[in-house]
């Protein structure tokens, strides 16, 4: 061996030894289609001003948002309301707008039924819950008249959420550590959790409504079955004292909490549903105060962390490998917000590549601003593979179906031509055989406005001088219970001596049928339909003494 060829061996250990084989030099970018979504706030033409948005110091987001109507808590001297705005009327709003002013404490919460977009249900101060529907072209006047109230829990209600796939299925969470599940359509509980020794913070559900998972003051993430209250799993999810969130990350099996460490840095994680002894990653966010929100798009696999107090959303995408979480930007406002909506998916742009919208709350002036998550495409065409298949307004499975143990993924629809598709086949199988053993519906009052709410209005455009149409409609009123009633009242206006069968009937009719506001607006008309015949009355007296007058004065002459 020569020289050379020994001082080269000689060396080539050393080389190995600080340069190996293996030694990436540079890892490169992770390619991610979502690598560049921005983030595009409203010009002020499409934003809402001139609304009061509440000061409560509540971890809320009081604002709640559909394809037809923006909601937002407002603040009022003494009770609760929230203005109700059709999503198109934007700018300038009337200082003395109408609002839904029913609970007689602070509101904390409000959330839109996925299923219908016109109703919406609240929570507040007054330890109740209630469901209000709102008509199509928003409120000509104050609303004080609810649907539903829920009355179950001792303190007040912090949190409510509706269940992604079964219909009028309410979640709600107050302060005296409770959950209680709702079925609305008979206004009845259906099951109370207690398994929470302080305040709870936050809770979600996942894809198909089987499992909720919550934080809670203890300092504890919880994984929980809501049909029985057993629980599944259960750990130490951040150890600062301040409040915890979690969301659960569509149908993964995995979630992810935000939170605060023991030197006040927030912090995010995320979990496996089956053991929360550890997080599978966590990382750190910053060292602000604010509570971090989490909001997740299981179509998009991308999580926004939105802080409360400041102006930035930052957004992460979800994988299925090892950290499951990379970090993709953020959206920098020097605006703070103090809550956040966000409109589901059917109601996006497509032509403008919209993947995600918020509706920013300013915590220093009246304003709600929404803010576009755009990814950058220079085709205006419609985009596969940003718009999967999404979660449409129809749900999977009825009430009782769910309670009596059916599970069902959502209903899906295309994003392209807006229908929905047809259900899995193993979820049509479970509510056939649900369907099998189903009980007799029961018949109340609460399922007919449900029943009339769900109901396509049609226009009529037929001229007003088609006598022959509208009286053919009026012939077909009269048969209706309603009108009965109404024609028997007015008969005992005019016979008094049939006045107590007719109240007996009253009284067997509405047990059935009609509800105390039916019967509070049949009484309103009779009424006003007696003090006119008064009025009648009295100008006929007054016109029999003018011409008994002139029948004088003519005998005279």
């Known amino acids: 061996m020569s020289p050379n060829e020994e001082s080269e061996a000689e060396s080539e250990p050393n080389y190995r030894k600080f340069f190996p084989e293996k030694t990436i030099w540079f890892k490169g970018v992770r390619s991610s289609k979502f690598r560049h979504v921005y983030g595009e706030p409203a010009k002020r033409d499409k934003c809402y001003e001139n609304i009061q948005i509440t000061k409560n110091a509540h971890d809320s987001q009081f604002c709640a948002v559909n394809p037809k109507f923006l909601a937002v808590v407002t603040e009022v001297a003494g009770g609760g309301a929230f203005i109700v705005v059709p999503i198109n009327c934007t700018g300038r709003l009337d200082f003395n707008a109408s609002r839904v002013t029913g609970h007689s404490g602070p509101i904390l919460d409000i959330k839109w039924n996925p299923f219908n977009d016109n109703v919406i249900a609240s929570c507040s101060d007054d330890c109740t819950i209630k469901l209000w529907h709102i008509p199509d072209d928003g409120l000509a006047m104050h609303l ?27 979640f709600s969470a107050g302060f005296d550590h409770l959950i209680i599940l709702w079925d609305i359509e008979r206004g009845e509980a259906i099951n109370v959790i207690d398994c929470h020794p302080d305040a709870i913070h936050s809770m979600s559900l996942n894809r198909d409504g089987s499992l909720l998972a919550t934080t809670c003051k203890d300092k504890r993430l919880r994984v929980i079955e809501p049909r029985s ?22 149908s993964t099996g995995r979630l992810l909490t935000t939170g605060f460490s023991r030197h006040s840095d927030r912090r995010y994680a995320v979990w496996d549903e089956n053991n929360l002894s550890s997080p599978l990653f966590g990382d750190t966010i910053d060292s602000s105060s604010g509570i971090v929100f989490p909001f997740y798009d299981p179509d998009t696999n991308i999580v926004f962390l939105a802080g409360k107090g400041d102006g930035n959303i930052r957004f992460y995408e979800i994988c299925d490998e090892s950290p499951y979480i990379h970090y993709l930007s953020q959206v920098i406002s ?53 718009y999967p298949d999404t979660a449409a307004a129809k749900p999977s499975l009825s009430a009782q179906e769910w ?56 226009p009529d455009y037929r001229p007003k001088d088609v006598q022959d149409e509208k009286s053919k409609k009026t012939t077909t009123n009269q048969t209706t219970k309603f009108q009965q009633l ?10 008094p001596g049939k006045d107590i069968p007719l109240f007996k009937e009253i009284n067997s009719i509405g047990d059935n049928i009609l509800t105390e506001h039916d019967l ?38």
């Open 403 to 458: 309670i009596k143990g059916a599970n069902a993924p959502p209903v899906l629809m295309s994003m392209r031509t807006g229908q929905s598709l047809a259900l899995d086949i193993q979820a049509i199988k479970q509510r056939k055989f649900v369907t099998k053993t189903k009980e007799a519906p029961v018949i109340d009052n609460n399922k007919r406005k449900f029943q009339f709410l769900s109901t396509e209005t049609v």
């Open 334 to 386: 020097g605006n703070p917000q103090r809550g956040l909506g966000f409109m589901p998916k059917r109601g996006l742009n497509t032509l403008q590549c919209e993947i995600y919208r918020f509706y920013k709350l300013h915590a220093t002036k009246g304003l709600c601003e929404p803010i576009s998550m755009v990814v950058p495409r220079k085709s205006d065409q419609f985009h596969e593979d940003l």
């Open 229 to 250: 209250g057993i629980v599944k799993s259960e750990g130490i999810c951040h150890e600062g004292s301040k409040a915890s969130k979690v969301v659960y990350l569509g």
């Open 520 to 557: 509070r607006l049949a009484y309103q008309i009779q009424s006003d339909e007696v003090k006119k015949l008064k009025k009648q009355l009295s100008n006929s007296e007054h016109r029999v003494r003018e011409l008994e007058e002139q029948i004088r004065k003519l005998t005279k002459l």
């Open 486 to 495: 109404q024609q028997r009242w007015s008969s005992t206006i005019e016979e």
């Open 144 to 170: 004080n008249d609810w649907l539903v109230e829920l009355q179950g829990h001792k303190r007040r209600v912090a949190y409510i959420e509706w269940h992604p796939v079964a219909e009028n299925i309410l």
